[in-house]
């Protein structure tokens, strides 16, 4: 049974943006935790962002200042992570995972993945 999937990988240029949707199927919590994970080629799941759906926690990682940014549409139960600026060191299979409580950036903590979106920044 799906839970999450993702979507919205692209192969785009430097400098462009890109806002990949992450969709939950299912009833959730405000401590709902959604976060962002991208495995760059040949490397291990890094980290880029969390937030919990009743909004009161948001962390982001130091790479991700500035340029990542989460957003909601509550209704459609789908969380963006709007990626801007892109560089070509920002090519990953991001992937979306989700936990019925606040886990930050520890990846055991979330017990709900996707399929991971293919991002390609390239000239």
């Known amino acids: 049974q799906v839970q999450l999937r993702e979507s919205g990988g692209s192969v785009v240029h430097p400098g462009d943006s890109l806002r990949p949707p992450c969709v939950h199927y299912?009833?959730?919590?405000?401590?709902?935790?959604m976060a962002w994970f991208p495995q760059p080629p040949g490397n291990h799941r890094d980290f880029v962002a969390a937030v919990s759906l009743d909004g009161v926690q948001i962390y982001h990682a130091d790479l991700a200042t500035g340029r990542f940014t989460f957003s909601r549409d509550s209704p459609k139960n789908t969380v963006y992570l709007d990626m801007d600026n892109l560089q070509p060191e920002d090519t990953a299979v991001y992937y979306c995972?989700?936990?019925?409580?606040?886990?930050?950036?520890?990846?055991?903590?979330?017990?709900?993945w996707g399929q991971g979106t293919q991002v390609t920044v390239s000239s």
């Open positions: 995972a989700a936990g019925i409580r606040w886990s930050g950036s520890c990846q055991p903590g979330y017990d709900r």
């Open positions: 299912e009833r959730t919590t405000g401590s709902f935790t």
